[in-house]
């Protein structure tokens, strides 16, 4: 998965690399962005991209939730050309707590020519945790999310942290945490605040700074489906354009190449052809040459009998209780191993044949069961 972290001061791309088993997110920066790239994309906008609003809806489908907000939307908030995407957070019989997410559309329009994203997804609403957790991000600013097992809660942010605003903030989401899980505090702090903060959580935990945004960390139990963009031609145009054209030049190339090959290899063959017929040695067999070995072919099949045929004629021949047990033949001799209570009998029967020129009896016949005989003959074809 390739991301692509969208701030005021421009655009950072990082390959994000996904444990299947343990969900572990491995994060590293890329300098720049091959044009070949098929992995999937992903666009985060920051905090400063965005704003951000809870509200209720009647229930509904998810095209019907759209097509209201779509409809609202600039009412909603204060943007010139909004776009948005939203969450279902959760669901009542008589309502649905939706969150919304807009921006304007300008702002992203052009970074989608030299980055072919196919999901848009706010920083807020990829913070997901089995159990309520609270983040707390101290810069320049203070941003304080809150967030469990449906994903993003609520937000704030702060000029200067203090204990009095995160309680506000606390009371503010205490409908859906009472007691977050987890703390983390993505910052140095002073440690008569980190001894207040204690009290807040079951646990507290410090984390020092990234390379990389903390919320890709979450990519890897964040499902994205919902944020998905619809397909768009025209993009992946101009996008791969450059890359399309050198791949036209190198095939025109190569086509050339070939054709001048055929020409090359058509020249050496003629030349060749004529080497050999001065040397006076026939290139082809003539017609006459070619139906001559066809009739001799011809001749020498007719001479041999169809299998099938031998096999019926030489049981039509023997006496009843007599069987054949193997047969083979060469050109127009056979030998038979057969099983009969008179060996006599067959070999006056099989000598009858008009197609037999003679029968010999190949060794001295044996008692198979007290009344039969095995023995071989050799049979000579007309």
């Known amino acids: 998965m390739i991301v692509g972290y969208l701030k005021r001061d421009g655009l950072d791309f990082y390959r994000i690399k996904i444990n299947k088993k343990t969900k572990e997110v491995t994060?590293?920066?890329?300098?720049?962005?091959?044009?070949?790239s098929f992995k999937r994309k992903v666009l985060v906008l920051s905090r400063d991209l965005y704003l951000h609003t809870t509200k209720n809806y009647p229930p509904a489908s998810y095209k019907d939730l759209k097509r209201?907000?779509?409809?609202?939307?600039?009412?909603?908030f204060p943007l010139k050309e909004p776009s948005f995407i939203f969450k279902i957070f959760q669901k009542t019989e008589i309502t649905y707590t939706v969150h919304i997410w807009a921006w304007e559309s300008s702002e992203i329009a052009s970074v989608r020519e030299k980055f072919n994203y196919s999901y848009v997804i706010p920083e807020d609403a990829l913070f997901i945790a089995e159990k309520p957790e609270i983040s707390i991000f101290i810069s320049e600013k203070t941003n304080i999310i809150a967030y469990s097992k449906d994903g993003f809660i609520g937000s704030a942010v702060l000029k200067e942290f203090s204990i009095k605003d995160f309680e506000l903030f606390t009371k503010s989401i205490a409908r859906y945490i009472n007691k977050p899980n987890e703390l983390k505090i993505y910052s140095a702090?002073?440690?008569?605040?980190?001894?207040?903060?204690?009290?807040?959580?079951?646990?507290?935990?410090?984390?020092?700074?990234?390379?990389?945004?903390?919320?890709?960390?979450?990519?890897?139990?964040?499902?994205i489906k919902e944020f998905k963009l619809p397909f768009r031609y025209d993009v992946v145009l101009k996008t791969f354009y450059p890359s399309l054209r050198f791949a036209v030049y190198f095939l025109i190339a190569i086509c050339v190449y070939l054709f001048i090959s055929v020409k090359n290899y058509e020249s050496a063959i003629a030349k060749l052809k004529k080497n050999i017929e001065k040397l006076g040695v026939p290139v082809y067999v003539s017609t006459d040459e070619t139906e001559q070995i066809y009739e001799e072919i011809q001749k020498k099949t007719d001479e041999f009998m169809n299998p099938l045929d031998l096999l019926n004629s030489l049981a039509e021949k023997l006496p009843d209780g007599a069987y054949v047990i193997r047969l083979?033949?060469?050109?127009?001799?056979?030998?038979?191993?057969?099983?009969?209570?008179?060996?006599?009998?067959?070999?006056?029967?099989?000598?009858?044949?008009?197609?037999?020129?003679s029968v010999k009896l190949l060794g001295a016949p044996t008692k198979?069961?007290?009344?039969?005989?095995?023995?071989?003959?050799?049979?000579?074809?007309?």
Not at 27 to 36: D, M, Q, R
Not at 68 to 76: G, L, Y
Not at 189 to 215: G, M, R
Request: with cysteine; proline share 4%.
């Open 328 to 357: 083979s033949s060469n050109e127009k001799n056979l030998e038979l191993t057969l099983t009969a209570k008179e060996p006599l009998e067959v070999i006056m029967s099989i000598s009858k044949w008009e197609a037999v020129k």
């Open 368 to 382: 198979s069961t007290p009344n039969e005989y095995n023995f071989r003959l050799g049979i000579e074809l007309k």
């Open 27 to 36: 994060v590293s920066n890329l300098k720049g962005l091959s044009a070949f």
């Open 189 to 223: 702090v002073a440690e008569d605040i980190y001894e207040d903060l204690k009290k807040y959580a079951q646990e507290l935990v410090l984390y020092s700074e990234t390379s990389y945004p903390p919320c890709l960390q979450y990519l890897g139990i964040t499902s």
């Open 68 to 76: 209201i907000i779509e409809n609202e939307i600039k009412e909603i």
